[in-house]
Every structure is written in C-alpha cells, then in structure tokens.
C-alpha cells in the first residue's frame, strides 16, 4: 500500500504497520488492513490523515484567526463532514473563508506576521503538519454568509454558512 504520514512525521507502509506481531495503532494482534482497527481505517479511508491531526489543524486554524481577532467560516469538506457526518474521517485538507471587508491593514499585517508571508491566489496557505490549510478571501456577497449559524464541534464553537444546504449545492463558485 501507499505510504502514509503519522503524527509525528514519520512515514510508514500499513501493509507494515506491525510491530513484533501487534498493530502500531493499537497494540492488537488481530488488526490488518482487511479487518483494521478504528485509527488504522481512519488511515486507510481517510487519505492518510487521522480524525486527530484533521482536528489538531482545525484547532491551529481557530487559534490562529482568533488571535488576529478576524471573523472567519468554515468551508469546504471541513463544514461538510462535520454536518454530514459529524466527525473529519476523510478530510483532505482545511478550508477556512474570510470576507474581504474585514481584512483592513492591521488585520493583515497580523496575518503575515503570524503565519507569515503565504499568499496565493485565493488567499492564504500553508501546511500544519502535512495538513493543507487553505483561507479563503472571499471578495463577493454571498447570502449564505450574510448570517452564519455557530455550531459547537469537539468543545469550539465555530461559524458555518446559513442555510448550509445552499453552500453546499455553491460551494465550488465561492470566491
């Protein structure tokens, strides 16, 4: 199988993923990749990245943005799962929008000096550990943000798009 990236950043092949007979995950002996434990299928379903760096990221995210004190929404798969599924298995990547009104200079001036200088042509990026995180600036109106709804998720609170049923039929013309 592919190779897939741990925590801590070291590699590994999950055909391998044993140690003296045990699973590295979760020290079974009955674990494989058909029959694989909870953290192993995470893995394997989810693209390489576990439900606990996914939210680790989303953390960063949330703490980074509140520092700043920029009002940002959740986008992408991130609001999707959540909604859907109500946990991050198989979310590639974390996606975050900000409207262009609130980006004055000082706001991004302590972006760039928090994270550094990582625009691209939608806005910023970046990686945390391994874990693409992309913010959005989103420069046009959009009915679904005019009103976000908060839901809580793992003990935060974060703001998601109203009515999230129209955001997510949109989701790819956001800009």
């Known amino acids: 199988m592919k190779a897939k990236g741990l925590t801590n950043g070291v590699s590994f ?5 044993y140690k003296d007979g045990r699973c590295v995950f979760c020290g079974g002996h009955e674990c494989n990749d058909k029959n694989p434990c909870k953290w192993r299928k995470q893995l394997i379903e989810g693209g390489g990245y576990t439900e606990d760096m996914i939210n680790s990221a989303l953390q960063h995210v949330q703490d ?17 799962s959540i909604i859907k599924r109500g946990n991050l298995v198989g979310v590639k990547k ?6 262009e009104r609130y980006l004055i200079p000082e706001i991004i001036s302590s972006i760039k000096t928090q994270m550094g200088n990582i625009e691209t042509e939608s806005g910023y990026g970046y990686l945390f550990d391994k874990i693409p995180v992309e913010i959005k600036i989103i420069k046009r109106r959009y009915a679904f943000f005019e009103h976000p709804d ?10 998601i798009p109203n009515p999230i049923d129209r955001y997510l039929k949109a989701r790819w013309i956001v800009r």
């Not at 980074?64 to 999707?80: C, F, H, Q, S």
């Not at 908060?150 to 703001?159: A, G, K, S, V, W």
């Open 64 to 80: 980074l943005l509140e520092r700043v004190t920029v009002p940002y929404i959740l986008l992408g798969d991130v609001v999707e």
């Open 150 to 159: 908060t839901i809580i998720f793992r003990l935060q609170d974060y703001r």
């Open 13 to 17: 092949n999950t055909a391998t993923a």
């Open 94 to 99: 974390i996606e975050v929008g900000i409207e």
